[in-house]
């Protein structure tokens, strides 16, 4: 499985807890609220199965994959100037001026509104953050992990970036809330069908599915903090977006190596170890 696609697999595990929400051992002290957690696992993991899997079986009967790869190109469209402005945020003025603004630029015109990804057939560098990942540049810890209902995988931190990143895609202010919703869901569902295959294997690899998703965003957010910080280079950004409400990014094979002070140790079946390694999924 290739890095760029088994990470957008994670990404959009990230979001709803996919899995299994059995106990997996004792409670791991780095996560304080896990019986709160499992439950809403569990209860995001019986939403895709009633709900989004069906919704995405049919998106897959009805569009071809190319189709489904230009309705992604959008929705990543769509958040780049979330990401221009959190790079400025940053103090990552580079990024914002030399890749954000003409890649949002050229995808938007030449790339006929984002369906077609023309820039990088002439190598402007795609990059993600947000606002969560801000408030992580500049000190702001994040607290112990999360699980939201339908959203997935978060953190007090990131859940206030979310929220922040909610009201920073244009189309928001101009189309009735229930409008908003339902165009997120379609994104959910594109991304869904794009990697059902990629993310069953995922699921099935792993002894303990909420620990393994746990760790594989804990990281993540703790690189995507280092790299804003200039610790580490940034990784190659492929597949990203997937939430209702939020893009989230993808979690690269270069983002699965450590993570922030007081966050959860990484805990997955042996199995899973590609899977992680390779990983993304939105956080």
């Known amino acids: 499985m290739g890095a760029s696609r088994s990470a957008a697999v994670l990404a959009t595990a990230l979001v709803f807890g996919l899995g299994c929400a059995s106990s997996g051992g004792p409670r791991d002290p780095g996560d304080p609220w896990e019986p709160f957690n499992r439950k809403v696992f569990a209860f995001n993991e019986g939403f895709d199965r009633a709900l989004v899997e069906p919704a995405a079986k049919g998106w897959d009967f009805v569009l071809p994959e190319g189709v489904q790869a230009s309705v992604k190109n959008v929705f990543d469209n769509l958040f780049l100037p979330a990401v221009f402005v959190n790079h400025l945020l940053q103090g990552r003025f580079e990024a914002a001026f030399t890749a954000d603004l003409p890649r949002f630029v050229m995808n938007t015109t030449v790339g006929w509104a984002g369906l077609f990804d023309a820039a990088s057939t002439v190598d402007i560098e795609k990059h993600y953050t947000d606002f969560g990942t801000t408030l992580g540049r500049w000190g702001i810890p994040p607290?112990?992990?999360?699980?939201?209902?339908?959203?997935?995988?978060?953190?007090?931190r990131n859940a206030v970036g979310?929220?922040?990143?909610?009201?920073?895609?244009?189309?928001?202010?101009?189309?009735?809330?229930?409008?908003?919703?339902a165009v997120r869901a379609v994104e959910l569902v594109n991304?869904?069908?794009?990697?059902?295959?990629?993310?069953?294997?995922?699921?099935?690899?792993?002894?303990?599915?909420?620990?393994?998703?746990?760790?594989?965003?804990?990281?993540?957010?703790?690189?995507?903090?280092?790299?804003?910080?200039?610790?580490?280079?940034?990784?190659?950004?492929?597949?990203?977006?997937?939430?209702?409400?939020?893009?989230?990014?993808?979690?690269?094979?270069?983002?699965?190596?450590?993570s922030e002070p007081g966050s959860a140790a990484p805990v997955r079946g042996d199995d899973a170890d590609e899977d992680a390694d390779d990983a993304a999924p939105r956080s």
């Open 162 to 181: 979310k929220a922040a990143d909610a009201w920073s895609v244009p189309y928001i202010y101009w189309v009735a809330p229930w409008v908003s919703v």
């Open 191 to 258: 991304l869904r069908s794009l990697y059902a295959e990629e993310l069953l294997q995922s699921h099935e690899d792993a002894l303990d599915y909420y620990r393994f998703v746990r760790s594989a965003f804990e990281q993540n957010r703790a690189h995507r903090v280092r790299e804003a910080r200039g610790e580490e280079a940034a990784p190659e950004v492929d597949d990203s977006q997937v939430d209702l409400y939020y893009f989230d990014p993808e979690i690269d094979e270069e983002a699965i190596d450590e």
């Open 143 to 156: 607290g112990p992990y999360l699980v939201l209902p339908i959203l997935g995988s978060s953190s007090p």
